[in-house]
């Protein structure tokens, strides 16, 4: 997010438009955390992980009463459009503040799950697989030493994009993820045969029967005697320094969102597509669904075998 905040401020201040930085999101907005920012103040931040203006959850900003006063606090600082860094939450608060005020949004994709539509890559996914994989690939010397097996279960409540990803790269035995049902035939036969074997299953934490921990225990019940270990990774996917990819797509997306503006479009979320940066209606990014590459989970099923 922060390449994404950095070309944001350079891009506007590049066509002669002042910009301000609002930390904590809409929550920021209702509470004035406002100020005026200049090449100098995203200096140096291109590198590091997170956001420098912080991010928030927002009841308030939910209610008649918090939007007008986020509308006041923008009037008051002469501020115009916004550009929104974000999910669905953030895209649909963008669209019904446009609707009640006029101020006209461009978002840019910001979740390491990957699961927003209009876009092949949102902001942060490429860095939380790479940073999974580097996770992965230190389990599998452990469980290769030991004979162990190892459930991981890595981030994805409801989008099984980090697991599919980076158990595809890391040569997991099975990959379990929210969009499929789990095979547990081919589960079973897979520690039926060689208890003293070692392998890698990746799970993401939304599967079908909610994380590594319950899956373990589900095979217990068919094979009673069958250990395994559970690393869960959890936050350490949304931390740490960007990956080049993240650092080039973070910077191309924020300078497409100003130049969006200054075109006159509205209310739409940038994203690459074939790698070239599209346009999509808040309502489309919204409401459809983005859905798997079939091509990689037919890989799961042919290297799984």
Sequence with gaps: MNACIRAVVRSAIYNGLEVYGIRRGYQGMIENDIYQMDSRSVSNIIQRGGTMLRTARSKEFMTPEGRKTAYDNLRMHGIDALVCIGGEGSYTGALQFYKEYGIPCIGAPGTIDNDIYGTDFSIGFDTAINTALEAIDR???????????????????????????????????DILIPEKKNDWDRLLHLFS?????????????GDEDGGAAKTVEKIKQHIPDFEARISILGHIQRGGSPTAFDRVLASRLGNAAVEALLQ???NKAAGLINNQVVLTPFEDAINKRKELNPELLRLVDIFNT
Aim: aromatic share 10%; no cysteine.
């Design 193 to 205: 045969f060689s208890k003293k074997a070692f392998s890698i299953v990746v799970v993401a934490e």
């Design 264 to 266: 006159g479009k509205l």
């Design 139 to 173: 389990i599998r010397d452990t469980a290769d030493s030991h004979n162990r097996v190892f459930f991981i279960e890595v981030m994805g409540r409801h989008a099984g994009y980090i697991a599919l990803a980076a158990g595809i790269a890391g040569g997991a035995e």
